[in-house]
């Protein structure tokens, strides 16, 4: 089984309408991450979570929120969807412990397209 | 963080090694250097690192230059599903700035 799952993998949607997407993981990591991945733009992080107590704005939060509802659970969710965040989501782990916090985990990602 | 610097693409036959290589001329003290690839859409995949000692695990080999102002990413026995992005990226060990920055890449191709 996948360390890191995504859900859904797929998603169409319509503008204005709320969305949620889900990760799980069991690699037992404190520190959760949410990219966005455009075409030629590379990954941009929206938010991060040192732990449940603990939500982060990354460099691309406006338009997103999370929840964090325990060590293993960290989900996405545009509150009303527009077509520019049509886009590849993942989402990541990593270990608190490590010094080395760059060796993050990703799931498979999630594909959305708002129309 | 230091910037880096990787060919646009490269191809590499079945079988032969893969040697990708990654320009850091800026890298500081304390900067590791991480490689990561990327297969089709797929979530990247963290592959290996180092600060100054060069690093193998199952995966590849690490070998970083003694000024370590580049760095080399070795696949032993490059395999078609090898096909992908590959990603050098420099960070130091900075907690207040978690962003893991992809650069453009080489993609490297492995021909049957």
């Known amino acids: 089984d996948a360390d890191v799952t995504q859900t859904p993998r797929n998603r169409i949607t319509k503008t204005g309408k709320r969305i949620m997407l889900e990760c799980s993981q069991t690699k037992g990591h404190d520190r959760m991450y949410w990219y966005r991945q455009d075409p030629g733009l590379g990954l941009r992080l929206i938010y991060y979570s040192f732990d449940v107590k603990d939500i982060n704005k990354g460099e691309i939060s406006d338009g997103y929120s999370v929840s964090r509802q325990a060590q293993a659970k960290f989900s996405l969710s545009l509150e009303s969807a527009i077509p520019n965040q049509t886009a590849l989501y993942f989402c990541?782990?990593?270990?608190?412990?490590?010094?080395?916090?760059?060796?993050?985990?990703f799931g498979p990602g999630t594909r959305l397209t708002v129309t | 963080d230091a910037k880096t610097t990787q060919p646009p693409s490269m191809d590499c036959a079945e079988g032969r090694a893969a040697n990708l290589p990654c320009n850091h001329s800026?890298?500081?003290?304390?900067?590791?250097v991480y490689w990561y690839r990327q297969i089709h859409s797929q979530g990247p995949q963290y592959i290996i690192h180092?600060?100054?000692n060069n690093e193998t695990n199952e995966m590849a080999s690490l070998i970083i230059t003694e000024d370590r102002k580049s760095s080399t990413l070795i696949l032993p026995h490059a395999t078609l599903r090898d096909t992908a992005v590959y990603y050098c990226i420099v960070r130091g060990p900075n907690f207040g700035n978690e962003k893991l920055t992809f650069g453009t890449g080489t993609r490297l191709t492995i021909i049957p």
């Open positions: 180092g600060l100054k």
């Open positions: 990541a782990t990593s270990d608190a412990h490590s010094a080395e916090i760059y060796e993050q985990y």
């Open positions: 800026t890298i500081s003290g304390n900067e590791y």
